[in-house]
């Protein structure tokens, strides 16, 4: 079993791909040397990026979706 859970995963956002992206891209900011924003027993970019997904410690995707205006700005 997979820990945090994909179910627990999936209620912070809105569809797989968003998931994926989001913790692709946090795992390679921890592989180029940010710091942990959660503390983890794990050294995997990959695990700690699911574990701060499910804490809430980065938020994935946008919430509201964005207007034609704000997009040409």
Not at 1 to 29: G, H, W
Not at 34 to 44: F, G, H, R
Not at 47 to 52: G, P
Not at 60 to 72: A, D, I, R, T, V
């Amino acid at each position: 079993m997979l820990n945090p859970s994909i179910n627990k995963l999936m209620k912070k956002v809105d569809s797989r791909y968003t998931l994926v992206i989001a913790a692709s891209k946090r795992a390679r900011e921890i592989i180029e040397g940010d710091e942990k924003l959660i503390k983890v027993d794990s050294n995997k970019p990959v695990t700690i990026a699911t574990y701060e997904i499910a804490a809430d410690a980065i938020l994935c995707g946008s919430s509201e979706p964005q207007s034609e205006e704000k997009l040409e700005q």
